[in-house]
């Protein structure tokens, strides 16, 4: 019999505020999500605090009484890191730390943490590595009270740069290595692209943890690794799809997420080439996410930012298994009906009506309604390959004929 693996879990709080630009259910829902990425970089949850603000403090992110409570708790129940919901200034790291006495982590500290954890490819490693400095930089003064003292000694007089100017020296030339090494590694991706002829490219875009990896596992019968994790998948994978005689070239890229790392966006922009260069891109959307719309909206801004939204999309609901709506007692005259009492009709009757037969619905571990969905990416791709060799039209039939 195996023995049970027993993960040791490093203790961790959560931060949070409303304000006014984020009330209770948001700064909640933001807390979720960031208890889901402290799981998946190997952290345990013990309290989460949140605190009602104007606007963050800008010396201690919250307010000093709150950081008082904060400090009790991290002392009495010995916490290794204490998590911040947003990006905190070098300052507010510094001024935190001396405090609590403890590791201090933010938002975007926390994503990168992941991203090294599952970068795979020296591409995906580089790409992390550079982010991680170009976070790094501003944050060395207080991360390390050596560099602040003044070199000395034998050998050492002349110019008088301090550790600190040194360090610094040596994370710029290390980001331009860096730099250098990823448009290195961009020229030959440019040229592998160039080299897979004229099949029809689709991408497989949305939100963390959605399914996309899964779904390409369905209809490509391929192994991508899939797991119920954030960014589970980091390193771009194109596979070749035959749906009825019409191979096109099927790509899963990595999930977005709320409040991208600025870092991470820059450092990813080429190997979101793959979704710049698509000529389809199926948006993957978790339906059963009670805030589904709010990462819909998080995707299209980030291709808004890599300026790839004007291409043709189609929607795919994708875990309609999971899908649960709340239920509303016949008698209770009280409760008005909300967005999460509606059922996955209710919603093809909402906005969903507008894309107009350009998306479906369906589960990927559930192989539920795949053949519509193959139909559909059929006809579309059968379309833009059409657009692109009309003297094939006769090649390729409409999918019931092909079927």
Request: aromatic content about 8%; glycine content about 4%.
């Amino acid at each position: 019999m195996l023995e049970k693996l027993e993960i040791d879990y490093e203790k961790a709080i959560l931060i949070g505020l409303i304000t006014q630009n984020q009330d209770e259910d948001k700064a909640i829902e933001y807390l979720d999500e960031l208890e889901f990425l402290t799981y998946t970089a190997g952290g345990e949850v013990l309290k989460r605090f949140m605190q009602k603000m104007q606007k963050p403090n800008p010396k201690t992110f919250i307010g000093t009484g709150k950081l008082e409570e904060v400090r009790k708790f991290v002392e009495e129940n010995e916490i290794g890191a204490t998590i911040f919901d947003d990006e905190l200034s070098p300052a507010q790291q510094k001024n935190i730390e001396k405090i609590l006495k403890c590791k201090i982590i933010d938002r975007t500290n926390l994503i990168l943490d992941i991203f090294a954890q599952r970068a795979q490819t020296s591409y995906a490693t580089t790409q992390v590595e550079l982010a991680q400095y170009e976070y790094l930089l501003p944050r060395l003064a207080g991360m390390w009270t050596h560099l602040e003292r003044q070199r000395g000694g034998i050998g050492m007089r002349g110019p008088g740069e301090t550790e600190i100017e040194t360090d610094r020296r040596i994370v710029r030339d290390r980001i331009a290595l860096l730099k250098e090494k990823l448009k290195t590694i961009d020229k030959q991706m440019a040229v592998q692209r160039g080299n897979r002829g004229a099949l029809v490219r689709v991408a497989l875009v949305g939100y963390t943890n959605v399914g996309k990896s899964t779904l390409m596992n369905a209809i490509s019968k391929s192994e991508v690794f899939a797991e119920n994790k954030l960014f589970a998948t980091l390193d771009t994978t194109v596979r070749k799809v035959v749906i009825g005689n019409l191979p096109f070239l099927l790509t899963d890229t990595v999930g977005f997420i709320r409040k991208l790392p600025t870092q991470l966006v820059e450092s990813f922009k080429s190997t979101l080439d793959e979704v710049r260069e698509a000529d389809l891109l199926l948006h993957v959307v978790d339906i059963s996410h009670p805030n589904f719309e709010d990462h819909i909206h998080s995707v299209h801004q980030t291709l808004d930012e890599i300026d790839g939204r004007d291409k043709p999309i189609l929607m795919v609901f994708n875990k309609v298994d999971a899908y649960q709506p709340e239920t509303i007692d016949e008698d209770d005259l009280v409760t008005e009906k909300t967005d999460a009492h509606k059922t996955l009709e209710d919603w093809k009757n909402t906005w969903m009506n507008r894309v107009n037969g350009e998306a479906v619905f369906i589960s990927a571990t559930e192989k539920t309604n795949l053949e519509e969905f193959r139909k559909k990416v059929y006809e579309k791709v059968r379309e833009l390959h059409i657009q692109r060799f009309p003297y094939n039209n006769f090649l390729y039939p409409d999918y019931s004929e092909e079927m």
